[in-house]
């Protein structure tokens, strides 16, 4: 949902279903504006993936946004 609100609003937006996944994406690409992820992921605490997000050594002086919703 918060992907097709971001595209609608005209940014590209990258995804991932696991949080392994999305710290690969983020390491093999230039470091993007902004992060939303949600804190629930399959694979890895979500804070937990923060964390590697956030540690200066990946050039991640970028805004982060985390969500979490219940599973339906």
């Known amino acids: 949902m918060i992907r097709r609100i971001l595209q609608r609003a005209g940014l590209r937006c990258a995804?991932?279903?696991?949080g392994a996944d999305g710290l690969q994406w983020f390491l093999a690409n230039p470091a993007p504006a902004a992060?939303?992820?949600?804190v629930l992921?399959?694979?890895l605490d979500g804070l937990e993936a923060l964390r590697h997000l956030r540690?200066?050594?990946?050039r991640s002086?970028?805004?982060f946004a985390r969500r979490s919703?219940?599973?339906p």
């Open 61 to 63: 002086e970028r805004p």
């Open 55 to 58: 540690d200066p050594r990946l």
């Open 41 to 43: 992921l399959p694979d």
């Open 35 to 38: 992060v939303v992820m949600d």
């Open 15 to 18: 995804a991932a279903a696991a």
């Open 69 to 71: 919703e219940d599973p």
